[in-house]
């Protein structure tokens, strides 16, 4: 059994500015959301065709929602997936526009999480009951992105971009809102794609081709990844900084006072100036 978990960025504003940037002419909005849902409904449909077992998990991550778990091909009695992951992802989308989230930055990490968890215990299980379904088995997780940046995120999510990668949890990622260096670290970490999508159209394709099973993929990848690491103050990407020793937050400047965990520098510094003088 192979278990794939499709993050669906789940914020409202994010895709009605991603439709009405790529609407052909005013008023095509509908169309571009319609076209985008449909290549994700294609791309898990030809994930369960594949194998029986096979599992498909279908998350919406972003800020007032109550559920983020919207599709398990396991659980549901419904046999028509479609029409489970198009209501799924509506519901979502409005769910989030009622919420007042008119947020610039993604909220990833906890839905991250959990697909994380449920596939290892998807991979547990299949462990218990046959050691031959399991063998060689690698869990995927494709992240369908809108916005670019996490913000104060950075640490979580690099956590655990490393935690996946040491349960052989391969993430890939189709960014629609543009490059995204903390994406490209998780693809580059898990041994997963990273691919921008500049038109509508190209969307299952890049699906079809680039996010299926390593086997039968397209192994073409980039070739340069940013590593610089972003700072907790300002939420950008930085070269050269500052590490707080006790929870390793990146400062692009010198402060007093650990903006993320409150952890007081200065206490540190005249504590050691003390036992000096002693």
Known sequence: MTSLAVLVDGSACAWGAFAEAKREKPGMEKEVLTRAFRSIVTFSNVHLSLAQSNQLLLYAYGNGMSKKL???????????????????????????????DARKCGVLAATLATAICQIRKAATLGTNKSEETISGQKGRIVIISLLPDFGSQHSLLMNLFFSAH??????????????????????????????????????????????????????????????????VCHEKLVSNGWTCSVCLAVLCSFMAICPSCGACVQDHSSSKEEKETD
């Open 70 to 100: 919207l599709y398990d091909s396991v659980r549901s009695d419904n046999p028509d997936s479609s029409s489970c992951i198009i209501k799924g992802i509506r519901g979502a989308l409005r769910e989030n526009s009622t919420s007042g």
């Open 166 to 231: 040491k349960h052989d949890i391969c993430i890939d990622v189709v960014s629609l809102g543009g490059s995204s260096a903390l994406l490209q670290q998780a693809a580059d970490i898990t041994a997963g794609v990273f691919q921008v999508i500049h038109k509508i159209e190209d969307l299952p394709r890049i699906l079809m081709t680039r996010c299926l099973p390593v086997s039968i993929r397209d192994s073409t990848s980039f070739t340069t990844v940013d590593y610089r690491a972003a700072c």
